[in-house]
């Protein structure tokens, strides 16, 4: 009895998570589609026996033959119309998405996930997506959860990069002190320090989803800010057309998670983070997703990494199989005459 | 003339407190210990 993940996109992202499920799990079969015919033509035959091309699932309407039963949307933008037809016929979604509106408008498909005994999973990527199981993590650290401080560095694909650059010149919202704030995108700098080798990078507010995903699994907290790294040239050109067509794929990325809370009647700020490819990063959480969501692991309805009802330390521990390495910053005894 | 004056007398004595501060001030000390580890999983989760 084999298992039919259908993967929409095949770029930096897709075509990783086609071989992750492929190589974690024998039972899986895979099938991927893109606009780009020449990038399937070119994957399908690298990914072995157990994959395929189809052509059909594209456009708004998911022409579901009762096979599938994960689609995972990794293609640009919006996800939100394949993601509906795919609920309605009762597979579950996982969505990469990282674009503020696209994620508003998954969120929204909460009842239509339920009402068809499906699972959507909305922003498994990196940020949204590791971030939130990040902090769940750091959440079980301490007795009582604040705040949740995000900062990210790098792109995945091009689609990536041109989301980085329309959320450096969009409005950044925040989750402050229960309530909604806007700033405007680029602005907030804040020298954020991450994994070796990327050490510090300055960061600022950004039009991200994290501040809107994450309220929703940790209703406790108060706080939620996202930043992502960015040059002076990316602020200057935020709001400009992108000047110069986006790399095929990013160098070095990061993820790093900052949880304030308090234990033991003390205030004490937990940091964890990743330093990866930020399209490998996404594709091993898009991956685990689908994964869970085979082996029946997913609430029905709206999933969002980083809900205490997943099994989030398992999530962690498939990803470290994965090969992504985490990393906790350990408190420094610093003396200082200052 | 007198602007010129003051302007480098002003000059000279940034430059004297500067190297005082330089020559005499502590500064902070670097970190010594700590670092990023690998974060601990529980995997009996």
């Known amino acids: 009895m084999t298992d039919l993940i259908r993967i929409i996109g095949v770029g930096a992202v897709g075509a990783r998570v086609a071989r992750i499920v492929l190589a974690a799990e024998q039972s899986v079969e895979v099938e991927v589609d893109d606009v780009r015919a020449?990038?399937?033509?070119?994957?399908?035959?690298?990914?072995?026996?157990?994959?395929?091309?189809?052509?059909?699932?594209?456009?708004?309407?998911?022409?579901?033959?009762?096979?599938?039963?994960?689609?995972v949307l990794a293609q640009p933008r919006p996800h939100v119309a394949l993601a509906t037809a795919a609920l309605e016929a009762g597979v579950t979604v996982v969505s990469v998405c990282d674009d503020l509106d696209d994620v508003r408008d998954l969120m929204a498909?909460?009842?239509?996930?339920?009402?068809?005994?499906?699972?959507?999973?909305?922003?498994?990527?990196?940020?949204?997506?590791?971030?939130g199981l990040i902090a769940r993590h750091l959440a079980g650290r301490v007795d009582r959860l604040d705040e949740i401080h995000v900062a990210v560095h790098g792109t995945g694909g091009p689609e990536c990069a041109m989301q980085h650059h329309r959320a450096l010149g969009g409005t950044a919202l925040g989750w402050h002190d229960r309530s909604w704030m806007e700033r405007p995108a680029g602005s907030g700098r804040e020298l954020a320090w991450f994994p070796e080798p990327l050490g510090a990078k300055d960061c600022y507010r950004a039009e991200m989803a994290d501040p809107v995903l994450l309220p929703r699994a940790f209703p406790e907290v108060g706080r939620v800010i996202a930043?992502?790294?960015?040059?002076?040239?990316?602020?200057?050109?935020?709001?400009?057309?992108?000047?110069?067509?986006?790399?095929?794929?990013?160098?070095?990325?990061?993820l790093r998670v900052e949880a304030r809370g308090e234990r033991n009647g003390e205030r004490v700020a937990l940091v964890a983070g990743v330093a990866e490819r930020t399209?490998?990063?996404?594709?091993?959480?898009?991956?685990?997703?689908?994964?869970?969501?085979?082996?029946?692991?997913?609430?029905?309805g709206l999933v969002i990494p980083g809900d205490a009802q997943l099994p989030n330390e398992l999530l962690l521990d498939r990803l470290t199989a994965f090969g992504l390495s985490l990393r906790e910053f350990v408190g420094t005894d610093a003396h200082t005459s200052w | 003339m007198k602007l010129l004056r003051r302007a480098l007398m002003a000059l000279s004595m940034a430059g004297v407190i500067a190297g005082a501060?330089?020559?005499?001030?502590?500064?902070?000390?670097?970190?010594?210990?700590?670092?990023?580890?690998?974060?601990?999983?529980?995997?009996?989760?």
């Open chain 1, 38 to 71: 020449d990038l399937v033509t070119s994957l399908v035959p690298s990914l072995g026996a157990r994959a395929a091309a189809v052509r059909q699932h594209l456009g708004t309407r998911h022409d579901d033959d009762g096979r599938a039963r994960v689609l």
């Open chain 1, 109 to 131: 498909l909460d009842r239509v996930a339920r009402r068809n005994s499906a699972s959507l999973v909305v922003g498994a990527a990196m940020s949204p997506g590791l971030s």
């Open chain 1, 227 to 254: 930043r992502m790294s960015a040059t002076r040239r990316d602020r200057l050109t935020a709001r400009l057309p992108m000047l110069t067509p986006p790399h095929p794929e990013g160098g070095l990325g990061g």
């Open chain 1, 279 to 300: 399209a490998i990063a996404a594709a091993q959480v898009a991956g685990v997703f689908a994964l869970a969501a085979i082996q029946g692991e997913l609430p029905e």
């Open chain 2, 21 to 45: 501060l330089r020559v005499r001030g502590k500064g902070g000390i670097p970190p010594r210990n700590g670092g990023w580890r690998e974060l601990p999983v529980d995997r009996s989760a």
